[in-house]
């Protein structure tokens, strides 16, 4: 027995495992004191994600398709970055495969918990300024469509629910604020 603050774990076993996420299976006891069994997701990577802004507040958003989904979805460059890698490293490698943006300044702005009652992931997000342009260099797995617009129109984007992915609406919504309150 285990005790994890008010749960208890009588036993925990690896139920499922990919490259990307293990998902253990966990009997409990409950804060009530009722046993149950609990699946705990367990992500390997780190997400990242990118706001890049230009000098006239152009941003770069990426569509793919999203499996779990079932939908095509608008988002900032985003992926995963392994968890012994320097997080803006893995960012400025997200930036560069799917856009083919390089930027010479970057302010980390985010940190979150990702879907915390039923998974360990958690996420960093940065701003990238002083962009210059190249060539996109995508995964093998990746079918992405590129997009540049004003941060505006991205805002409003997100205000409607035409853009829904997590770790671009936390990221449009901060650098908004930062907007209104001078600091960026």
């Not at 409003?156 to 604020?177: H, I, N, P, Q, W």
């Given at each position: 027995m285990k005790k994890r603050g008010p749960w208890t774990t009588l036993s925990e076993r690896p139920a499922y495992e990919t490259p990307w996420i293990a998902v253990t299976h966990h009997e409990v006891v409950d804060p009530?004191?009722?046993q149950g069994v609990y699946g705990v997701i367990h992500f390997k990577n780190l997400a990242v994600g990118v706001i890049a802004l230009d000098e006239e507040m152009n941003t770069w958003i990426v569509g793919q398709y999203r499996y779990p989904m079932e939908a095509y979805s608008w988002e900032i460059p985003e992926g995963g970055g392994k968890r012994d890698v320097d997080p803006l490293d893995s960012a400025k490698r997200e930036l560069r495969e799917e856009t083919g943006i390089v930027a010479e300044r970057w302010t980390r702005i985010l940190e979150m918990d990702l879907s915390n009652s039923a998974s360990d992931e958690q996420a960093i997000l940065f701003v990238a300024q002083g962009l210059t342009h190249h060539a996109p260099q995508p995964d093998h797995d990746e079918e992405l469509e590129q997009r540049k617009l004003p941060f505006a129109e991205l805002y409003?984007?997100?205000?409607?629910?035409?853009?829904?992915?997590?770790?671009?609406?936390?990221?449009?919504?901060?650098?908004?604020?930062m907007m209104l309150e001078g600091i960026l």
């Open positions: 009530g004191g009722k409003e984007m997100v205000l409607r629910g035409e853009v829904r992915d997590s770790l671009t609406v936390a990221a449009v919504m901060k650098v908004r604020l």
